[in-house]
């Protein structure tokens, strides 16, 4: 017969809960301990208190900020700030302050307190606060510390850098305020860990915004909370620190306050001020909003996408697409070399560094703000360079035809009983398979990749920026629209337009892919949870093992409507034979 667990087995029990709770609680604030780094001025660490009212005059905050600078001997005799991140597969995101001058000649390492030390590559400077980044692995003999401290950067491994006692600890990329966004009528700002899963978010009430001035803090009041996009308003400029030098504020750190937990979640962005109100035009002595520049964009998140961009871009320009916005993903391929030669032949392509893992919701509603601050974009139409969005119906034209086929012809302005107004139009995918393919097709995508699955698959949409839900939620490239204002979401029929996803290509291609899934929702190929996700490559498993069948996989419709179309108005004949416009020498 079994014997019950004595009292005192429970009591010791209890305890050890206990404590690994208290050591819980303890690590959580140990990282949320954020303050940005300081300006090059203000070198030395100090510690500041101040008493501000929030922006409601109701209550008073009372924080400590202990503020951290890096000594970085990658330039000779010159001190300067860094902030290093822990981000997925082990690597380190450091982001050095702006407007740095950083030497060529350097060889840039992260060296650790141990005197580990491991390369440090650069990736891109950040936009708006014109910081550099470097990207470094953590060393193995680091991965096994408890905690993980911050490393600096060196010329050399072997550099003679004094670290401060104690060393700051690594942030991590779990929980930290990563970007901000100031419209102006408020501030949107972008952070990890602090909203969970998709449709479980706090409360506007449970946040705070926090606005480091260097000489003590200030909070307002967040009023949306969806995803990883916050929305507060811009503090009172009367109480903001202006530099007469720069003729900006001077660093002013962003980050929110979990009221409920008294936490400040770890940042790395700045407050950008408010910007100045946009000109108006004068009609008929009437004051309205310019005009945005184009009727049609396409945006989209990219990494390492040189191969394909120029069929890509080439194709949507043809079919109605006016500007392409590039959210680059930290690529290190030929992408800007491609982007610069498709500028030169006329096409319209703005881009930005957005180096964040895992954001792509989040870049989609940075789009939509960006857009608006721009003036850019009056539709934008949210597709992968792996998806080409066509109409059927196109295939009918003769090539004779002075009609030229567009998708703003799915975009009319419908105006649905009651007042309803279309502001987002959805399309159909169907995923196509590697189609016997074994490398890439020299000819592109749409001539080489011409079978696929039977079943329609998820929808992309083409969405009106002005009808773009203020929360900005979107799941899938597709938004949440303001019903309150009037606007409704269209889905077409297969007839009218659909989008052919080169999804499952061959497998060198397709291999390149496995590591990186941009999206935060979906969970990457290689965590072994949730095999049942539509998400999930049927039948692949959790490794980039290409399976034995794989280049005759998910072949059930031979389809060539969208090679046809392409050939017709992209090949030429040449000297050795015909090549489509976008194959290069």
Known sequence: MRRRPR?????????????????????????????????????????????LHNRNKNNIFNNQFSRQTRRVSSIKDTLLSTVSVLIPDWEILVIVAPNTPLSSSDTPHCLFPNNASSPAKFSGVLPFTNRTTFKCDLPEPVRRRRMFSQPMLVTSPTSETEFPSPAPELLKWNFLVYESFSTENDVVVFAKGVNHRNGDNRSPEELRCV???????????????????FRCPHPDPSELDFDSHYGLPNRIGISLEIVSENTVVPSVAYYIPKPGLKPKLMTNDLSVQARPKYFLCACTMVYNVAKVLREWVMYHAKVGVENFILYDNASDDDLYAVIDELRKQGYNISTLFWIWPKTQEAGFSHSVVYSKSKELCSWIMYVDVDEFVFSPSWGHETENSVVVPSLKKLLAREIIKGGTRVGQVSMRCMEFGPSGQRRHPEEGVTQGYTCRRRGEQRHKSMVLVEAVDPSLRNVIHHFQVNERKGFMSKQVSVEEGLVNHYKYQAWDEFKSKFRRRVSAYVVDWKQEINPNSKDRTPGLGFQAIEPKDWTHRFCEVRDQRLKSLTRAWFRSVTPNGYRMAWQTN
């Open 7 to 51: 009292t005192s087995f429970l009591v010791s029990l209890l305890s050890i809960l206990t404590f690994a709770s208290f050591s819980l609680y303890l690590s959580r604030n140990a990282i949320s301990t954020w303050r940005p780094y300081s300006d090059l001025r203000k070198l030395n660490a100090v510690t500041n208190h101040l008493v």
């Open 211 to 229: 606005f480091d001035l260097g000489s003590g803090v200030l909070n307002v009041a967040v009023t949306s909370s969806v995803q990883e996009v």
